[in-house]
């Protein structure tokens, strides 16, 4: 098995010196944590008052470090413009993002040219694991604007001497297919359950086992479910990509084993804490993933909660580099779904229950109150003419799981209304799936 490649990008960047990688790179990353927690209060109106409480001590080691305060996705919306540390006119990539289902103001995310060509470096080293020279990756994500994630990734790819083809996200699944025809063997990257109606919306068999080499699906979230599917439909490699707008779109990607992801450890620390006390967990417990930015220069991200649960990996990867492992991601917290006796439904246990009846593409959660028990209202989307069959396999899915069946076997959780939704709808393209709580409405 071929080692990731992102050990030896990594250890390019590290200074060097004594000691293993695993102790240079803890060097170099208390280095530079201290150096971006004094770039962000000496530059950013917003970093110089949240950094206050440290004084003028300096970070001297990681358990110093876990006392700084958190910054948040709330920070993000208020603060806007006072956490930059450049001027506007250094900024080539502004993202604004409107979180669903709210009002307030979007969270705006700022990046420099150089902030961006880390991230189009990490692109270039990451896909080395899927992909080699001479080959075509077809890009099923939003790629038109410039420094767009689609637009880095080409770029990146271009560099590698790979052959990018940006698609965008996927409306229209017939010319999709036709276009993935036209190259022998590419590498798709995508969305997961985009990437799933593809394969499982061609009932014609259009696309024959064995033309597609490998996938990469990148998302907040990867169902086992829909990786081993396309597994078994296409006889692919499938691997995950783990990243966010804040991270700076690139986060981390699996190795050849595909199991957890390699992180770009040398652009980010990573820390899991306890979501509801706030202290860091010990590797291998499942927590909040935290990040601070390492060298970013617009606007760095000082122990940034993202709200995703995961874990890192205690074990050894099978690659056998040394560099650690974020498992798989769970969901975001703050869409669990709190039943009775504090038990939490995940989109993720969904997911992993449901995925694997033949016929269904996507579907949407709510969660509603009816006569005193909690109700799952599902709307379906499926492979045309599958509704009932797929319908009926749902609640025997929901029962047998073992992400779901307790849920139902306790009656904690009761299946509602199954619906259908439109044959021509593709998903929720690139918005984060999440269950829908809607008990507090009536
Ligand atoms: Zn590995």
């Known amino acids: 098995m071929k080692r990731t490649p992102l050990e030896a ?48 001590n300096p970070v001297t080691d990681l358990r110093d ?10 920070d993000l919306r208020r603060e806007g413009t006072r956490m930059l540390c450049t001027s506007q006119d250094e900024i080539e990539r502004v993202v604004t993002l409107q979180s669903s289902g709210t009002t307030g103001p979007p969270k705006r995310l700022f ?31 939003p790629g038109t604007v410039r420094d767009s994630v689609g637009d880095l990734l080409a770029r990146a790819l271009d560099r590698t001497n790979v052959k990018p083809v940006i698609w965008g996200p996927v409306h229209d699944a017939a010319a999709a297919r036709t276009e993935i025809l036209k190259h022998r063997n590419p590498c798709l990257v995508g969305i997961p359950t985009q990437i799933l109606a593809l394969a499982r919306g061609d009932l014609a068999g ?15 979230y990867v169902s086992g479910a829909i990786e081993e599917e396309l597994k078994r ?30 992180l770009r450890e040398s652009d980010l620390y990573t820390e899991i804490i306890d979501p509801v006390t706030g202290v860091p967990l010990p590797d291998g417990e499942e927590g909040e993933v935290v990040f601070t930015t390492l060298t970013r220069r617009g606007m760095p991200l000082v122990r940034y909660r993202t709200g ?111 619906t259908f939704s ?6 929720t393209g690139v918005a984060k799936r999440q269950i829908l709580d809607r008990r507090g409405l009536k």
């Not at 990451?126 to 075509?136: D, S």
């Not at 259009?206 to 699906?217: D, F």
Request: charged residues 20%.
């Open 9 to 56: 990008w990594i250890a390019g960047k590290l200074p060097g010196g004594a000691g293993t990688l695993t102790e240079q790179l803890e060097r170099y990353q208390l280095r530079k944590l201290r150096e971006t927690v004094a770039y962000a209060r000496d530059n950013s109106p917003f970093y110089r008052h949240h950094l206050s409480p440290l004084g003028d």
């Open 65 to 74: 470090f876990a006392s700084i305060p958190f910054t948040t996705a709330s």
């Open 111 to 141: 990046f420099t040219g150089e902030d961006l060509e880390t991230t189009i470096d990490f692109f270039a080293h990451g896909m080395a694991t899927l992909v080699e020279p001479g080959r075509t990756v077809i890009i099923f994500l």
């Open 206 to 220: 259009s696309i024959p086992r064995g033309w597609v080499e490998s996938v990469l699906l990148s998302t907040d």
């Open 233 to 262: 439909l296409w006889g692919c490699r499938v691997l995950t990509h783990y990243g966010m707008t804040e991270t700076g779109l690139g986060g981390g990607v699996e190795c050849e084993a595909g199991e957890g992801y390699h």
């Open 308 to 418: 995703d649960r995961a874990r890192l990996v205690t074990v050894p990867c099978p690659c056998g580099t040394p560099l650690k492992r974020l498992g798989r991601v769970q969901g975001r917290i703050e869409t669990e779904v709190l039943l009775k006796e504090g038990r939490r439904l995940r989109m993720s246990a969904l997911d992993e229950a449901l995925f694997p009846i033949p016929g269904l593409l996507n579907f949407a959660a709510e969660v509603v109150s009816r006569e005193g028990s909690d109700h799952l209202h599902l709307n379906l989307h499926t492979v045309a003419g599958e509704e009932e069959t797929v319908a009926r396999g749902i609640l025997p899915a929901l029962i047998t799981a073992d992400t779901t069946g307790a849920f139902f076997r306790d009656k904690l959780l009761v299946l509602g209304n199954i």
């Open 422 to 427: 439109p044959a021509e709808w593709s998903g």
